[in-house]
């Protein structure tokens, strides 16, 4: 097994013999037959050990044995004794949990005080599979699949290709003592309970039932990473950003093989779960105008001809502005305000406005239109409604919802960014003006 260990650590440069590592080291089985790989193989690293306190003397007695492992192979060893128990109940969380967080933690302190490469643990294939029937159990994904990778980010696991009974093999070849956790033996957890009766009974119905489910998870692998990449690709070509949206024509979804799918690892970043793919694939066979799925800080909408992702807006309490007022900020900008007589020039430049003074009341009130509001846009006589004067300019819905209104008196001046009203307007006859440009 090492001359293996030592290919498979090469092919996939896990280890870098100029640096340190930190390795997890239970005492048991798998952490000690790795800790025996890794100072055969000449890689310098360190120990780190947690007393769980779960078990009594028993957990005692792993800790002063990892501790005198490593002073046999002059290897440092850093140890933390945690109340489990305790921690599970503070947070909240179940003792795997808690366990998990405390090692990991405790892991990750380590090696950034002590400047070391990565932090090594020696999962191994028996823990991937269990890993991969856990995550089906649970209702994953085609990622759920994969399992564990043998390098993620700090973490690293060389021990992946190998059973427990290779390691077995391995420890009475090179005549190596372990410490048997009897907690394994039980099937209080689920991971126990599938290691235990589960899976065994999973690998009697064939001879080579263990070995045919290791090479139909890797070909899934592979599926899996060959579908990211044509994602990738469909994403580029199909979804572009547009006023702070990202837009996806229907044609380019509605009627694709696999279409859920695609909205999922589209949808997934933003906070939205499978099931809402599949209620929104099936919402694309009658489309109905204005229908809104929500992730906890996003949106998606169905407008006329798109899908439309958009962050969930502030709602926006609003402002008055006084005479003589300088600036005002809205969530789009600033916008500074200057006043004059008679201006030379006019400026039409619709996120700007030019009014005449004399036809303003102060206050004037900033705030987002609501239905029902009315307006007289420039260069018309008669009013129209803000959501008609919306759906005719083609505002999309999640752009509706951010429109402001500057009203003076009971009077809509402007629409903020679209349009003033004709009577506010300057004219020949302006003596004073007030000017807002957004900045």
Known sequence: MYNAFISHIQQSNLFDSRKRYLLA??????????????????????????????????????????????????????????????????????????????????????????????????????????????????????????????????????????????????????????????????????????????LPALYSLEPDTRQNLLQSFARLKDTGKAFSGLFELWKAAHIREQQGMSVLAYQAIRNMQGAASLLYYWLRPYGFNSDQAHTLAESLKEIKSGTIFRSEAFEVCLDREELLLYPISTPFSGLEISYGASTFELPDGRYEITFGAKPELIDRNPEHALFDLDCLEFPLQLRSWQEGDRFNPLGMQSEKKISDFLIDNKIPLPLKKEVKVLVSGNKIAWVVGMRIADWAKVSPATQKYMHIQKR
Request: hydrophobic letters at 40%; glycine letters at 8%; proline letters at 2%.
């Open 25 to 198: 080291c239970s005492g048991g089985l798998d952490s000690i037959a790795l800790a025996h790989l890794l100072h055969a193989a000449g890689i310098p690293f360190e120990l780190a050990h947690v007393n769980f306190s779960l078990r009594g003397d028993e957990s005692d007695g792993d800790e002063e044995f990892v501790k005198k492992w490593g002073q046999e192979h002059g290897l440092p060893v850093h140890v933390y004794r945690a109340n489990t128990k305790d921690w599970a109940e503070i947070n909240g969380v179940s003792i795997q949990m808690a366990a998990r967080e405390i090692r990991y933690q405790f892991f990750e302190e380590i090696r950034s005080k002590h400047n070391l490469a990565g932090i090594v643990v020696a999962h191994q294939e028996d823990d991937q599979l269990e890993t991969i029937f856990l995550n089906l159990a649970r209702g994953t994904g085609i990622e759920g699949l994969y399992g564990m990778n043998d390098r993620r980010g700090e973490l690293i696991r060389p021990l992946l290709p190998f059973s427990r009974v290779q390691l077995a093999a391995y420890a009475e070849e090179v005549q190596l003592a372990w410490r048997e956790d009897r907690s394994n033996a039980t099937s209080d957890y689920k991971r126990n309970k599938l290691r235990n009766q589960g």
